[in-house]
């Protein structure tokens, strides 16, 4: 049986709170679905971006740490590219949006079969893309301001930079359920299934620069696991492989554990649930400052240090 059912969640490091929310609630209508804290430092907001119910493998993930953090620098050893999916139909719409909200991308390419794709970054210099394609059959978040058809509908891949991607290639096929769905020149697609949603490419990239953290540059990418025993039973497969993890994490809407793949690469292994509605209404989600139990009796304090921020919905309408 598979343990793993595809990517849970892309978390980033970014700098303004303000343009996290312009960006991706705004530019890409994507749903706020929960406003925490990074739970190893309170003091900075974790943002969840996602589909209505903040389903796995639709959240993109920040720590908006302010402009005054120095950027990072993309490069080999780090995931550079988060890609989102979207109807077929949709590239015209999706060319002419960014362009009326000055969004710099590039120019539309085929990769693989059925495939186009533009690359964008965000207001941080984040590594974008926008995917079209006819495989992806989940429905994208309703904001009213997006037609539905067009919308996002959520992760398509995501992009490793490495010196050789051999030793992550057989980290994913051997421990982590998936398979080599496609290839070409020196992009390797892996998959648990070859659908939207459950891609990893590794790009081997031997004259690149090693890729430096910091603003504008990825933290971690999360795999999806049902519960918390396919949890356990990965992290024994790890134990067999001597790959060093954490151990269990509670984060309130999934439990975690972390390693470092081969490449360098911060992997997450998130289970699918409770899910983000355990302190909140469906219909409220992200409306609130939600904390974990250990920053409860922060809160005045971090409700007067943490950015304020206002909903950008008349602006990019």
Not at 59 to 73: A, D, E, Q, W
Not at 168 to 193: I, K
Not at 263 to 270: H, K, P, Q, S, W
């Amino acid at each position: 049986m598979s343990l793993i059912t595809g990517l849970h969640h892309v978390t980033a490091i970014t700098g303004d709170a303000q343009e996290n929310i312009d960006f991706y609630t705004g530019v890409l209508g994507l749903r706020l679905i929960k406003r925490t804290v990074n739970f190893d430092y309170s003091e900075v907001y974790h943002f969840y971006f996602g589909d209505e119910f903040g389903t796995p493998g639709t959240i993109m993930t920040t720590f908006p740490y302010g402009k005054g953090l120095v950027n990072g620098r993309h490069g080999k050893g780090m995931l550079n590219t988060t890609a989102f999916s979207i109807s077929i139909d949709g590239l015209d719409y999706w060319m002419a949006r960014l362009d009326q909200f000055n969004i710099s991308y590039k120019q539309p390419q085929q990769r693989f079969s059925g495939e186009v794709f533009i690359y964008l970054e965000d207001f941080d210099g984040l590594g974008l893309e926008l995917v079209f394609n006819d495989k992806d059959s989940r429905k994208g978040y309703n904001n009213g301001f997006i037609p539905a058809d067009y919308a996002i509908k959520g992760i398509h891949h995501v992009e490793i930079w490495l010196d050789a991607y051999e030793r992550t290639a057989a980290l994913l096929t051997n421990q982590m359920d998936h398979q080599l769905v496609s290839e070409s020149s020196d992009r390797f697609r892996f998959g648990v299934e070859s659908l939207p949603g459950k891609y990893v490419d590794l790009v081997c990239t031997p004259s690149a620069l090693k890729g430096l953290a910091g603003r504008g540059t990825v933290h971690h990418v999360a795999f999806a696991v049902p519960d918390a025993e396919a949890q356990l039973e990965m992290m024994e497969r790890l134990n067999a492989l001597g790959l060093k993890h954490t151990e269990v994490k509670d984060r309130k809407y999934f439990t975690s554990i972390y390693f470092k793949e081969p490449g360098g690469v911060l992997f997450e292994m998130a289970t699918s649930g409770p899910g983000f509605d355990v302190d909140e209404e469906l219909a409220s989600l992200g409306e609130n400052l939600m904390l974990p139990q250990q920053f409860e009796e922060q809160r005045p304090h971090l409700q007067e240090v943490l950015p304020k921020f206002t909903y950008p919905v008349e602006k990019y309408r």
